[in-house]
């Protein structure tokens, strides 16, 4: 019997769920490939455990950047693990349903689509993110009325206006809440001379970060590694540096906010006045980022809740009304 699969691959995590089981897997996007044999090892928190304890012939990959496939085979192999995790044989050929950033392009679509195909997959649907995520939350995204949501994702950040099943207007980056790690790290390097570990980092960004610099003068302490000797130490690190780490990606995500919003019809204009934006996506909670984003625009943001699967409840919910909802796929699938 087919099984009905929905399936957001984002760069920094990865969700599978069932139309009748729910949100059977949201892990980390990292899958562990033993080179030899070709076989998978393990997939999410189990491949990130893997890292540094494995022998040569075992590989830790993370597949995706900036929202995009980066290796093909690894994708595929990636979406076999989880279709062995929720129980879904090649036998039994399943259709799938997969989310996509709206700036991907034809061959980006496509390698994603055949990824899928490689995995087992029978038969398999695309969803731009933002429709994905407007159906999740519950707005009328087939009325013709304007639904305005911002994705703010780890490797791409995408705000949309949507109305009668499509978007008519939006403003995409290939930035997120990755590119805010990696300025941290840097700036860790350049300014302290210390290399921190990506969980350090992390923590960093959810305790000290502010969209608006609120945090000044506060600091917290970390254990990190010298570059120049090596060593472990602990150095005090202040809110001030973390906060400048923000400011690129977050003048990116204000910029593409702004450009959907400008390019969008009077009318819907003015439902999106009335009904304000939503934000979703892993670094929706940032601190501070929606009143931000309010302040700029002019327009009453609100943040959903679980920001994180909102996309994939969507796609969870069209698995119930594939018929009804076929020609928003039909519009993605270019």
């Not at 279709?83 to 392009?105: D, H, I, N, Q, W």
């Amino acid at each position: 019997m087919a099984t009905d699969v929905a399936l957001d691959i984002g760069t920094s995590r990865t969700r599978l769920a069932t139309a009748d089981r729910g949100i059977l897997f949201d892990e980390p996007t990292m899958v562990a490939i033993d080179t030899t044999s070709g076989e998978v090892v393990d997939v999410g928190h189990g491949a990130i455990d893997l890292i540094g304890r494995t022998p040569r012939h075992t590989v830790v990959f993370r597949p995706l950047s900036q929202g995009t496939t980066v290796d093909f085979d690894v994708t595929a192999r990636l979406i076999a693990g989880l279709f062995e995790r929720a129980g879904v044989s090649k036998l039994s050929r399943a259709r799938v349903v997969m989310s996509v950033p709206s700036l991907a392009t034809s061959i980006e679509r496509r390698a994603l689509r055949q990824a899928a195909v490689q995995a087992g997959a029978r038969e398999v649907s695309l969803m731009e993110a933002p429709i994905a995520a407007a159906i999740g939350l519950g707005l009328p995204v087939q009325d013709p009325v304007g639904s305005a949501v911002t994705v703010l994702g780890a490797g791409a950040s995408e705000s949309a206006l949507i109305s009668l099943g499509g978007i008519v207007s939006s403003g995409a980056r290939r930035v997120g809440g990755n590119d805010i790690d990696n300025a941290i790290a840097t700036l860790l390097r350049l300014r302290q001379g210390v290399v921190a570990a990506p969980t350090v980092i992390e923590e960093l960004k959810i305790s000290m970060s502010s969209a608006r610099s609120r945090s000044h003068g506060q600091s917290h302490t970390i254990s990190a590694r010298a570059i120049e000797d090596g060593k472990i130490e602990t150095v005090e690190v202040r809110a001030e540096l973390v906060n400048a780490a923000l400011a690129d990606t977050v003048s990116a995500t204000l910029r593409l906010i702004q450009e959907c919003l400008a390019d969008a019809p009077p009318d819907l204009s003015q439902d999106v006045s009335t009904q304000g934006m939503v934000l979703v996506g892993g670094h929706a909670q940032l601190t501070d980022f929606a009143e931000l984003i309010a302040h700029t625009t002019g327009v009453t943001i609100r943040v959903a809740d679980e920001p994180g699967t909102v996309i994939i409840r969507g796609l969870q919910m069209c698995l119930e009304e594939m018929s009804s909802l076929h020609s928003l796929f039909r519009q993605v699938d270019r």
